[in-house]
């Protein structure tokens, strides 16, 4: 199963606050023991939403908004990409996460091509694969 790992936006993050050398060296270790264990497949850091935009469809039609956005429950600092057997084992790992007091992560399941059941076609199914062989490329 695969999961992406949430991490949630802070003030600090959100003002730009880069982490100390101490933090980014235990998250180092940390993205390394799960790269050992075979588990990380992505792991990344996000700019403040200062430095991004969100694009709001109706009918059709998308409309650009810039950043930065107030700060919410809903806005991302970082993200890992994660295969493990079962949610439980993503928890387990990711409780082991170098974070200090008040940080959040959210943990969700990535779709994989049989949760669509018969709406994801051969042709479909075909083409999915034939786009993930191809992006895996470059």
Do not use: C
Request: aromatic share 8%; hydrophobic share 40%; charged share 30%.
């Amino acid at each position: 199963m695969r999961f992406m790992v949430i991490v949630k936006a802070s003030r600090d993050s959100e003002a730009g606050v880069m982490p100390s050398t101490e933090l980014l060296t235990a998250m180092g270790k940390f993205n390394e023991e799960m790269v050992k264990a075979g588990i990380m497949e992505a792991g990344e850091g996000l700019h403040p939403t200062s430095k991004g935009a969100r694009i709001k469809y109706s009918g059709g039609q998308g409309t650009a908004t810039n950043g930065p956005f107030a700060l919410s429950g809903d806005l991302i600092a970082g993200f890992w990409l994660i295969k493990t057997k079962s949610l439980d084992e993503a928890i387990a790992w990711m409780k082991r996460a170098p974070f200090g007091g008040g940080d959040e992560i959210e943990i969700r399941q990535v779709f994989s091509a049989e949760d669509f059941g018969e709406a994801l076609t051969p042709e479909l199914r075909e083409q999915e694969e034939r786009l993930r062989a191809q992006a895996a490329k470059k």
